[in-house]
């Protein structure tokens, strides 16, 4: 019998990361096309983001006064969002709202109950989602704890101000700019 030998992915070739973010970028225009939330034009280029694991993107809204849009995470994990207003913009504390959120909805979907953010098809399916949602969760875990990682951390691009739709435009080469944690 042949053996199949599988092609690794080479995320240090600007392309391959570009097809990446593109991906993860549609991930988050399904997420709110899917639940008909009306938001402003999503930036190309993540807010902050370390491929092929996880991205933070910043999406803004349509001008509703007092809110200013959202934080949308996409990845190797389940899409979701979080508004803007309730962060600094630190990326560690974003990733640390998401952590916290899915563990508990982890628990929840492994006992069978639902859990409204997420949309689970067939109940029977519940225990098992919640276990890859924990799985995915316990890693993003020990990211945030690790201290070491955090250090000269910085977003991609600032919190936009949606009153300036074009302002969230980066070009490309601003992306071999950033300094985030090493892919593991």
Not at 56 to 70: A, E, H, K, R
């Amino acid at each position: 019998m042949k053996k199949i030998e599988y092609v690794k992915t080479d995320y240090k070739n600007r392309f391959n990361r570009q097809l990446w973010l593109e991906d993860r970028r549609r991930d988050l225009i399904h997420y709110f096309d899917s639940r008909n939330i009306n938001n402003g034009r999503l930036s190309k280029i993540p807010y902050w983001c370390v491929v092929p694991r996880t991205s933070i993107w910043q999406v803004p809204s349509l001008g509703t006064p007092g809110f200013d849009g959202w934080f949308g995470i996409a990845g190797d994990h389940p899409t979701d969002v979080v508004p803007l207003n309730y962060f600094n913009g630190e990326p560690r504390v974003i990733l640390n709202h998401f952590v916290n959120k899915w563990l508990r909805a982890a628990e929840r979907l492994k006992a069978g109950e639902d859990y409204g953010d997420f949309r689970i098809e067939h109940i029977s399916e519940r225990p098992t989602i919640g276990e890859l949602i924990e799985d995915r969760a316990l890693r993003l875990q020990r990211w945030v704890d690790a201290e070491d990682l955090w250090h000269n951390v910085v977003p991609m691009h600032p919190i936009i101000n949606p009153e300036i739709d074009e302002s969230n435009a980066v070009d490309d080469s601003d992306l071999e700019q950033t300094k985030n944690p090493p892919i593991e």
